[in-house]
């Protein structure tokens, strides 16, 4: 008994002593210098719970810890709900399941490959293209052998005398496998040993071995096809209907993967799925690129499906904002559509199509927003949008937009509800017709031509459909109608209605005619007498008035014209000692005077009309006759009388005398010396001259006969009669002037200057006839003169100065607009702005504001300065003008020309989404901070708010021009809650929904 006792008691020590080192290694007690073993072929990373290891020789296992070194013939041992990672060389690595018992070895054989036997569970062998070391996996005594270089996720799982393989991804080159060379993505295997039945597998550093044969047992292929989601779709967070679904064949255990690793390096999520085909996404947890596969296991062997990839995005789904048609011409309109918030420099897809279904596409666009396309049809249009990302991924559609593009306008019909006359033969007409939908407006054309030319157009509102004519008419009234659209279409003319004159009118016409005929009848009388009148004028060519003849000798006359007779007599009333010559068919003839003394000759004209008379003196033959006197102007009131003397020789000398009177009892004035000169005389009136010829200074011939001459007077100033001034346009005024005829002018000059004094005149014009309009276009009052002209080249005084207006032009308009109401100002209103410039001597302005083009119902408001305001409610047109106003009788105030502006209210500001930061983003106190958000439509600037409390309360406000903002200065340690709003000066939008951050 004793001896039991102590064998027993042996027992229990050495079992405790086995139990201790077994669960605690005793490192203390069998230390080894790993520097005698070789180098290491692996090290452990990632260790969950219970991972132990063997050095090569050990007989009790060693707990494992971070980075332990595994060599030539170690072993690994993964305990229950444990977990590890096997670092080899070239960034190989193994992920070790639970209750995996692993040895590692090189080859002996001498090639660069490494063993892994695997005697119980699985691991996950993940390579990449730089490791230069190959696998032999051994499956009872054989080895099969995957080749270097080449980028694989692996799955081996240790069956019953054989190995299950799974490629999660890539593929392998694997040699000593009947029928199988690759294996791929996707694929499942089982590989057995052929002639070894089940006999135990050898451990140590064999190789591969010839006397065993490894083949396919079984291949798994469920072929699973993953639905949703799509390759490349977005998922929004805030839908929660989203689901995994997929196809498979029936498994023994199924589960879903899903990581944000193509490779699936690190799994994210494994979700069980067995028995189903369908399964919530868990869009909460999942944030960018998610990759998921399913996993079938058949006989504890995994098969894994492509992968796919999905985008969770924590944005509001892609939406388009309102379309807006443009009309371009008839049957053409231009359709602008953009997207609501849209992203800096993101990429979308349009789509436009005629059925809800978007078959057949009308038109399509890539690229930024917004979106323009051509629409040449009418009808129902469906619109849609997608966002397109960097990785190829897209969003879902928009929800569709329906848009309706109306027909084009037809042409009204015009009808006439009523005709008929009234007092004065006025016709009374109501005209009607009905207008479509699209109408805004109805131009009603008036012409006197049927082809419409020239006529005239009444802008009607759409509400307006009956318009009464009342005309004095005194021929056919032509009118048609045209229906114009709020986008500026015209469609075409309606039928022409055609309005006659009254039956009154007609007889007013009746006799207007007649009156009309016999006026013309009597102007035909007027323009015979006036043609017999032409056809009987004489026209005198010789001899000139006032010649002087000589007896005996012929004196010649002629003319052109029928003279049936020349008359002559000693007096110029022709009432005394008339002769008469007939001179019928003839236009020249000759008369000998036998006595001296004068007569007066005249012809007569076929219609018995006389030429005026003229005087003719015959004077003996001498040696000294003159033939006729001549006038020479010096200067104003100055004139030279000089005498021709007949056959008169060069440098002969003659005394020439001048007298008021016929038989020189007083001698006004008297020249010795050639006839070249003449005698100065400077008062009018008439002088006698004679001459007689001088040798040596003493007379050498009697005195010559005597001759008479006239010398004006001075020509006067003209006396002016009627001045006129006209406004003919806003810059043009006339001038109208007329002044008395000036003896003796031959003709006027109108002269125009800018001072009184006329030291510098601007304009000058001749005239032959004392009435002259002008046509000016001075700003500044200017002052006008007339002066005659004599033949002889006399100026007369100028006669009295009229000043002119000056023309103060409307001014020109620098801006013109609808300003909105300031919301930071009390009380401040929507209004007209019109700012303009300056007009020179304008002392105030009167501005007409109406709602209609004539401005007939105009408003009328005077300001001294150049900037008017005025409030408007009404939306719609405004029209206005301006005037200047001189308070000075020397200027014409006329209107500038009339402008018009739209006001339409504004539509609200929308509220934009919040980019960055990401709601419940940390940071740290004092590091800088990115805020961004989206764009808002109409704003000027933005405010981004800043509060520790959620109600914003001791908020701090920053004004920001751009879409992002970074806080430079940080915030204090703290949640801090954000928000931003668009601005302008006359609207505010809606707060963004708030979020937070944490400052850490």
Sequence with gaps: MKKKLVLAALVLFIGIIAGVAYLAGIPGLSKVDETTLGKPLAVIREIRTQVRHKYP??????????????????????????AAVLHFSGNRRARLSENTLLRISEDSGGRNNLILALNDGSFNLRSFPNDNTGIILRVDQAGLRIGPGSKYD?????????????????????????????LTQGESVVVR?????????????????????????????????????????????????????????????????????????????????????????????????????????????????????????NLQKTSLTEPRLTFIERGKWQLDVSINNPAANARYEFQVSRTERYQDLYDAFVGPAPFRSLIDQSGDFYLRVRRLY??????????????????????????????????????????????????????????????????????????KTEFEINEYLTRPYYISLQTEAKEGEVSAASNIVTLQPSPTAMKNLAASAAAARAAELQAKKSEAAATADRQNALSITAPEDNLVAYVGKPIRFEWSGSAPALEFSTVASFTQDL??????????????????????WRLIAANGKTTPPRKIT??????????????????????????????????????????????????????????????????????YLRAQKIYTDKPSSGWSNVISTEVRPPLSAPELLKEKEDLLSPVTVRVTMKWKPVPHAAGYIIEMADTPKFGNVTLSVNLNSPEYAIDHATKEPSYVRVLARSKEGEIS?????????????????????????????????????????????????????????????????????????????????????????????????????????EYRKQADLLAAALEAPAKGNKFKAGDAIRFAWGQILGAAWYELELAKNTDFSGSVVYKVEARDYYLNRGLSKGRWYFRMRGRSSSQTSPWSDASFIEVQ
């Design 57 to 82: 020789g050990d007989f009790f296992w060693r707990t494992a810890s971070d980075g332990q070194k595994l060599f030539n013939g170690s072993e690994v041992f993964v305990g229950e709900k444990s």
């Design 154 to 182: 692996l799955y081996v799982k240790k069956k019953e005398h054989a190995l299950g393989l799974a490629m999660a991804a890539g593929q392998i080159a694997i040699e000593g496998v009947e029928d199988k060379k690759i």
């Design 193 to 313: 040993s052929r002639g070894s039945g089940n006999a135990p597998p050898v451990s140590g550093n064999q190789g591969e071995t010839s006397k065993v044969e490894l083949y396919i047992d079984q291949t798994i292929d469920p072929s699973i096809k993953l639905l949703q989601p799509v390759e490349k779709q977005v998922v929004y967070k805030n839908e929660t209907n989203q689901f995994f679904v997929w196809e498979s064949d029936p498994a023994e255990h199924q589960t879903l993967e899903y990581s944000t690793h193509p490779d699936f390096y690190q799994i994210d999520g494994e979700l069980t799925v067995t028995g189903t085909k369908t399964i919530p996404v868990p869009v909460a947890k999942l944030s960018g690129d998610v990759f998921w596969r399913v996993v079938s296991y058949k006989e504890g062997v995994p098969h894994f499906s492509s992968a796919s990839y999905f985008k969770v995005a």
């Design 390 to 463: 960097g990785n190829d991924l897209v969003s879902d559609w928009s929800d569709p937009l329906k848009l309706h593009v109306r027909s084009p306008l037809t042409a009204p019909i015009l009808k006439v509800s009523s005709h008929g006359e009234k007092v004065g033969g006025v016709v009374a007409a109501t005209l009607s017709w009905t207008g479509e939908e699209a109408a805004e407006y109805f131009l009603l054309r008036t012409s006197f031509n049927a082809d419409m030319r020239d006529s005239k157009i009444t802008r009607l509102p759409k509400s």
């Design 579 to 600: 002769e008469k010559l007939n001179t019928s068919g003839r236009t020249s003839t000759e008369v000998t005077r036998k006595k001296a003394g004068f007569f007066y």
């Design 618 to 687: 015959v004077v003996p033959p001498s040696d000294i006759n003159l033939e006729k006197a001549e006038l020479r102007l010096i200067e104003r009131g100055r004139w030279e009388i000089t005498a021709k003397v007949r056959d008169a020789k060069n440098n002969e000398r003659f005394e020439l005398q001048l007298s008021r009177t016929a038989d020189f009892q007083t001698v006004t004035a008297s020249r010795t010396g050639p006839l070249s000169g003449g005698v100065e005389v400077t008062d009018p009136g008439t002088y």
């Design 797 to 901: 005084p100028a006669s009295a100065v009229f000043k002119i207006k000056g023309v103060l032009p409307g001014p020109s308009v620098e801006r013109y607009e609808i300003t909105f109401a300031n919301i930071d100002e009390k009380q401040a209103q929507d209004q007209l702005h019109v700012l303009w410039n300056h007009r020179k001597n304008a002392k105030k302005y009167l501005i007409e504001v109406g709602r209609n083009e004539s401005l007939k119902d105009a408003q009328r408001f005077e300001t001294r300065n150049i900037e008017f305001f005025m409030p408007v409610q009404e939306e719609g047109w405004y029209y206005f003008r301006l005037i200047p106003k001189s308070e000075s009788p020397d200027f014409f105030d006329t209107p500038s020309q009339v402008y018009g502006v």
